[in-house]
């Protein structure tokens, strides 16, 4: 059987962010029609990662709808699965990848951004340095493709704040400052961001990352069949 793919999402107290996270899903389906697709939350949102695992025939492949390291990544989702479907395959988070610099690029083309703009690449944070690094390597992808500089900033937790990068880039030759919202979908962290004074935010990434969703999907069995090649051959 194909492996059935399991998205696992956050969660979120926002409507509209769940809206997003289901057209994601939708979008995600469309690209490989016939395919099943499952929508799951670690927490907040339902239903719980916790309880489509034990559901679902066969094979499965969970995606981690998260894009960079942290406590979801590396604890959370692990024993989820290691407590109701241990066979699963966990495909890697979704950041940084060039896929996701392309839909930050986009995302601020249609946002307005200009030739001249400063640019921070908001993110939620972490209190796990790994999380921050992984943010900052993407905030480096995005600057070469932009070809100036990007600062990585967090609404949460890390250094510098939102409002402590948009303090040094107003203080700049910059006339506008832009923010790149890397964020999958509205909610609290894209309402701190708009809120941060910034002359342009771009919206949450939403299904212009499902793309991606399927590449993690195929290297996750790739690397499945490698290691099964290995341990046989």
């Known amino acids: 059987m ?82 109701h479907r241990p066979d699963a395959l966990i495909a890697a988070r979704l950041g940084p990848h060039p896929l996701l610099t392309t839909a930050l690029a986009r995302r601020l083309v249609r946002a307005g951004l200009r030739a001249t703009d400063a640019v921070i690449l908001g993110a939620a944070g972490s209190s796990d340095p790994a999380g921050l690094a992984d943010v900052r390597a993407a905030a480096h992808r995005l600057a070469v493709r932009l070809a100036r500089p990007v600062t990585a900033a967090f609404a949460s937790a890390g250094t510098p704040t939102l409002e402590e990068a948009m303090d040094r880039l107003r203080s700049g030759p910059a006339a506008r400052v832009a923010v790149a919202s890397y964020l999958l979908a509205p909610g609290y962290f894209h309402s701190r961001m708009v809120a941060a004074g910034a002359d342009l935010v771009s919206a949450p990434l939403g299904a212009d990352v499902a793309a991606l969703v399927w590449h993690r999907y195929d290297e996750a069995r790739r690397l499945a069949a490698r290691t099964v090649t290995r341990a046989t051959g």
């Open 2 to 83: 194909t492996p059935t793919l399991v998205l696992a999402a956050h969660g979120t107290r926002s409507e509209e962010g769940e809206q997003t996270l289901a057209a994601l899903a939708a979008a995600v389906r469309r690209a490989r029609a016939g395919h099943r697709v499952e929508l799951s939350y670690l927490e907040i949102s339902s239903p719980l990662l916790s309880e489509v695992l034990p559901a679902v025939p066969g094979p499965v492949v969970v995606v981690p709808l998260l894009l960079a390291g942290g406590y979801h990544v590396h604890i959370d989702l692990p024993n989820v699965i290691a407590e």
